[in-house]
């Protein structure tokens, strides 16, 4: 059986290194400079028998690639509305008993004005349908947060962005995401990781799409018997709707006075956790995915050792990343590339997240130590880390 990867990042690459280190022909459409080493890059999805399709990003998914097709890992398009429409999903939530935040829906201006009287600061106001990870509002003034919020739904906020809004209750407490992989209402949860949102060390500078994460952390038992439970409504849910769902289901979850709330689903893995997941033990997950693509009884997976996941970017990112530099130094170590391509035989810096610089090891001490020394290697303008990633990791 061949494996095709559709996408270019880091967590594509992650995801076919893992098969192709067991063995099988591995495919990306259209992949990068670096996952060309763990495979092939072709440009578009053979039309052949015998393949099996693995989506990386929810633009695929909510766009149909499963739909109608057996051989895909990933729901169908009816699926994905977990992610691709938060108003469905709360709506779905609500429906189920799946504890989340109380909401409202506002389709107007005027209508989101009455919303945000209905909650008190901060305000919590979050855009229908996807929007890269940007389509969250919190403010703690109320006209910021109307203007804000009138400027989403009237599509003048966010490119591409545009309609109704969902306004919700804030909720403090501790964030974790869970990720696993599911078939019909049989599912197995990943280890936990941690991702470090923030563009610079402690925790300072605009949200990005991760600048690194760790792993294995400790999840306290009642909390995982909660996030299971929360897996097995959901699952249970979608199948009493008619909806079949086969694939990775993230769920980003608030911790509040010992209980778990869901915040939102995502129906892919998540980025830079995927990297971690795979090298805590790149078997057991080609593994489980291929018990759940074929409706088997999943194996959990079980941590064979620490994993730390250390991004390079570029300078400016997430908001404006410098392009076009040449890679003059590739990483010395073990790195999944990311926003990469090649002109003229050379690395061309071609996304604001660049390399994934991988650490393995017994103790998270030495996973941080060859992640670092990874991270240190790469030479080109522009290039940054943060140099706080793993130092509290949970035994």
Known sequence: MKIVIVGS??????????????GYDVYYVPGNPGTARHGTNIAEIPDEEDILVIPGSETYIAGGIADGKDNVFAPDSRGARLESSKIWAKEFMKRHGIPTAPFIVANTPNELKTALKSFSPPYVIKADGLAGGK????????????EKGTMLIEGSLLKGVKGPVVVEEYLPGVELSAMAVASEEHFALFPFTRDYKRAYDGGKGPNTGGMGAVGPINVDKDIVRQIENIYRLTLDGLKSEGISYKGFLYIGLMIK???????????RMGDPETEVIVMMNPSGFVRSVLSAYRGESIQPIVPKCFAIDVVVASEGYPLSPCKGQVIEKEPTGFAFYAGVKEENGKLIVSGGRVFHCMGT???????????YRCAESVSFSGAFFRRDIGELIER
């Open 257 to 267: 006075d010992g209980k778990v709330y869901v915040l939102e689903y995502n129906v």
């Open 9 to 22: 990042g880091g967590r594509e690459h992650a995801m076919g290194w893992a098969f192709y280190r067991e």
């Open 135 to 146: 389509g969250v509002i919190i403010e703690d003034d109320f006209n910021r947060a109307l």
């Open 361 to 371: 090891g017994m103790t998270p001490e030495e996973a941080r130590t060859s992640a």
